[in-house]
């Protein structure tokens, strides 16, 4: 049975905010784990309405995203789906981890310090 992931997108990061995310990257893996299609889509404007109507057309079963309304966090829920919200960092490094079971809602994925901390 495969399951398909959906990665809100700012640029190569998870996208900050859940109802501003303009992309999106939709990753089905294999029973294994295994990635077997991605896709990276494009929405026509902003709108975390649109959004959960788009995870629910493509039969989603988790979400990774930033900060996020309390609102459509329980409805998504609702529906049984999966949902890690607070997530920052770059979105291939947070596939990588939910994949490896080590992704948790809230985890910030990039170095301690920031950018200035590797210059020192």
């Known amino acids: ?21 303009s992309e999106v990257l939709l990753v089905t893996v294999d029973a294994t784990g295994r990635e077997v299609k991605r896709q990276e889509l494009v929405l026509a404007h902003s ?8 995870i629910l057309d493509r039969d989603v079963s988790v979400v990774i995203t930033g900060g996020m309304e309390e609102e459509h966090y329980h409805y998504l829920r609702w529906k049984r789906l ?8 770059l979105a291939e490094d ?23 901390a590797e210059h020192a």
């Open 1 to 21: 049975m495969s399951t398909k992931i959906l990665v809100t997108l700012y640029r190569n990061e998870v996208a900050p905010r859940f109802d501003l995310a």
């Open 47 to 54: 709108s975390a309405d649109d959004l959960c109507d788009l």
């Open 82 to 89: 999966a949902v890690l919200d607070g997530v920052a960092g």
């Open 94 to 116: 947070a596939l990588a981890r939910h994949l490896s079971g080590q992704l948790e809602s809230g985890d910030i994925l990039f170095p301690r310090g920031g950018p200035e």
